[in-house]
């Protein structure tokens, strides 16, 4: 009855091999498994024989895409091809992780699990076409969990670096035309571990489910929520537009995702954003601590 997880050295790949420490589970991250490789994939599938595969690898930067766009295809579309095919042919469920960046960012609600997707990045549509690919290919047996904004403790993410320039004591601009759902890393982990559990079980149908937290904020929002955390002045966080900010891959707007589909398994979506940060925060700032970059909680 084990799972195994692909990109396991990842962010998200390691909080859920500790989240599910307990329980059998293969952690494969990219040396012991390149998905772009499709012997290796079904060699890795036939070996270990799992009832479920949790597919955390991925190409993540969507700035790095824009200039190494074959790259991202391979990892992101071809990679997850060969999955699913061994997935199909093995009769193994596959949980594909995916992005809110498969939206164009034009709504001003958020956006349900069945909204067609329409990317403005290589990034986005790399995403995209390797959600079809999953839903295609194992009609019966795949899923595939959309999530954004991803924070938590032991990997670089924005609140990461937020803390870190709270502690210069100088001002900083951040972006605050850009709208989403800061989601904090472990409470996806277990969300996909109970998501798991349900395909298993048969309880969850197969197909697309939101995994982000509720609420919504902008960048902006999200930073001076941090710095007041900290005990410093949020108004040191100053607002600028993205088009000021300036990046190689364009982001939407506004991405923040629905979560209608949770109804259907019985399980609860994530809690608010904010709810999530203040839990997460003293585990942020002993991480920060542990890299020789201590910041007293509250100092102010």
């Known amino acids: 009855m084990s799972w195994l997880v692909t990109g396991a050295g990842g962010f998200l ?37 799992p009832k479920v595969v949790v597919n955390c690898a991925a190409w993540a930067s969507a700035d790095d895409a824009e200039s190494h766009p074959d790259l991202a295809w391979s990892v992101n579309v071809t990679g997850v091809r060969n999955l699913a095919r061994a997935c199909h042919r093995h009769r193994v469920i596959l949980l594909h992780v995916s992005s809110d960046y498969v939206f164009s960012g034009v709504s001003r609600t958020p956006y349900r699990e069945d909204a067609p997707t329409d990317p403005l990045n290589t990034y986005g549509r790399t995403k995209a076409v390797a959600e079809s690919a999953v839903l295609d290919m194992l009609p019966d047996t795949g899923y595939v969990v959309r999530t954004a904004w991803l924070f938590g403790a032991g990997g670089r993410n924005f609140v990461d670096t937020m803390i870190g320039l709270a502690r210069t004591g100088e001002s900083v601009q951040v972006v605050d035309d850009q709208t989403g759902q800061p989601t904090w890393v472990a409470d996806l982990a277990g969300l996909i571990a109970h998501l798991c559990n349900a395909a298993q079980a048969g309880t969850a149908p197969p197909g697309i489910y939101h995994g982000t937290s509720g609420g919504e904020v902008s960048w902006h929002g999200l930073a001076q929520e941090v710095f007041r955390l900290l005990g410093e002045t949020s108004s040191r966080v100053l607002p600028v537009t993205s088009r000021e900010f300036g990046r190689p891959a364009a982001r939407p707007a506004y991405s923040a995702l629905g979560h209608d589909g949770w109804a259907r398994t019985g399980i609860p979506p994530l809690r608010h954003w904010r709810s999530a940060l203040h839990a997460a925060f003293p585990l942020l700032l002993e991480a920060h601590a542990q890299k020789g970059r201590s910041y007293e909680f509250g100092r102010n």
């Open 13 to 49: 790949g390691r909080h859920i091999v500790r989240h599910c420490a307990d329980r059998p589970l293969v952690a494969l991250d990219r040396s012991a498994l390149d998905i772009t490789d499709v012997d290796a994939v079904e060699a890795a599938i036939a070996r270990h024989r």
